[in-house]
RNA sequence: GCCGACGUAGCACAGUGGUAGUGCAAUCGAUUCGUAAUCGAUAGGUCACGAGUUCGAAUCUCGUCGUCGGCUCCA
């Protein structure tokens, strides 16, 4: 534990301590540190709610003000069970009720385990530690929210009341803790979306189906751009498929009933309707249809590799307390392709798809990130995992020797992988601490046999192909949601929905004729251009611009128009000064090509 | 899904039982200006939706929809 979540873990306590001296009847379950400060879980008529925290805060103060020693103390399981079953664990004592958690928690306790309790003043707890030495030590702390909680996170335990709170060392740190909350508020990206006229929800259309308005479409369709020259570069092609199947085909790929809970209800047909009473799914991934499309056409050794790539639309039913903004939803469009391969290509083939999303992450900048290397269980093969080891142990073994080959950062755990192969997960993390999985790709060696897909070898078997799943840019949703708050709205020129807006100083004819010509010539190179020549003074113009978030500002005064020039601010840097009108139109030309 | 909080003009917010408000944005007019807010006027609301309590509800109660915070860490 490092030394401030020991501080963290400590002001639990002092939580736990202050809310027994306001309701004693409290009983506690676990109160440990957290990723930004601490919770403590615990069972109590009393709801409490945000105004509580003011008073349970003075209680808190009392305490970090009295000094008190944290003081450690080993004890038999026997004697802390007996003190358990007192009440006297989680408690100021004088309360007879069991303390029935502890209790629980207490009985599950490895054997051979040393069982220690903590004392600060009046308030004991069984803890395994470590505190700091006194709850003077607490410098600055602050209850932050509330939620609920299952008892050991299981819906079928008791829910309970959870309290959060923050800690630090000094009033300082803690203040500075807050400004970076503050920050990182202002570059969440629904609240980005919304100024920026990205994209939007409507109740009418649905929870988690968002709408791309025009400027977040630019967003979309210039990832997709880059996505296809992309892969068109490394040999993929490009495929279509519609948006539902028949529930035959997600038999035939294993993902009903194991994915049915994620899937939207089937549509089905009555034969009154002149249907024949059969169902069709909304997709949720695009695997299946790309299989078929694999085995649409005779296949033979020289066609592999053979990578399918499309931009496919996906719905999943994702839980309604799981929707989050553009980051969690329950549409998608994916930056899918299937690579269908022998084992003897497959080195070779993942380790061109790794290139590519490093080539993406430096594009976009991104060095935040861990790829997550999920693996296989031996004990569960057969079960969770397809009953191949020898297959498992071979692509696991050529996926670690990519990643170590190419110097990747990495953590490989275990037990997580899809039930037909290894994969990689990109984790990244958005403006309010949330982890999520920006991209993925993995290895299928299972079910490509499912849907009896073949190539004739060289020498005239039929054999079946490996098949590597890949979505480097994830969806658009998520991908989208992550760079609007990785660039904070402000994106590099040949993203930028608005790339370059000119305007006039004064709205006279000879300064509005010169904007509207040039406004037209670069339209014409295909630059994203907006005009303003109303008559606001130029300061309202550039305010107006500057707050939302336009890369280029061509602003064209009498001076200008005499010299043949514009003056040039960009977003961010400010008045970079006049320059040729010529020069200006090419070097903008330019860096969009190059996505500079 | 479960627990809790929240839902007032396009956006940000005020309004706790008695005439629905402020700022920005929008529209119109004036202003003719050199790099982050020129001035004035006008318009904009089924207070999420539905039911109930009340002489009277944005405000109190219940339900529905939606959004947000949590629901993995463990004494």
Known sequence: MTELETLRHSCAHVLATAILKIWPEAQFAAGPPVENGFYYDLELPHRITPEDFARIEEEMKKEIKANNRFERIEVSREEAIAMAERGEL?????????????LDIVQHIPDGEVITIYRNGQF???????HVSHTGRIGAFKLTHLASAYYKGDERNPQLQRVYGTAFKNKTEMEAYFTMLEEAKKRDHRKIGREMELFCFDEDVGPGLPLWLPKGTVLVEELERLAKETEFAAGYQRVRTPHIARESMYKCSGHLPYYADSMFPPMEFSEEEGGDSVKYYLKAMNCPHHHKLFGAVQRSYRDL??????YGACYRYEQSGELFGLMRVRSMQMNDAHIYCTEDQFEQEFRAVNEMYLKYFKIFGIDKYVMRFSTH????LGQKFVDQPELWK?????????????????????????????????QVWSAIGREFTIATNQVDFAVPARFGLTYKDRDNTEKTPLCIHRAPLGTHERFIGFLIEHYAGNFPLWLAPEQVRVMTIGDEDPLVDAAKDLHAELRGLGIRAELDISSDKINGKIQRAEQAKVHTMLVIGKRDLEAGAVSVREHGKGNLGAKPRAEVVTALADAIKNRA
């Not at 004991?124 to 470590?130: Q, S």
């Open 394 to 426: 071979k692509t696991e073994d050529m996926v670690r020797n990519v990643l170590i080959r190419s110097g990747i950062n990495y953590v490989e755990v275990p037990n997580e992988a899809a039930f037909y192969g290894p994969k990689i997960d990109v």
């Open 305 to 310: 590799p053979l990578r399918l790539a499309e």
């Open 90 to 102: 989680a408690a100021l004592g004088g309360r007879t009720e069991p303390s029935k958690f502890k």
């Open 377 to 380: 269980d031996p004990a569960k």
């Open 124 to 130: 004991t707890d069984l803890c395994a530690g470590p």
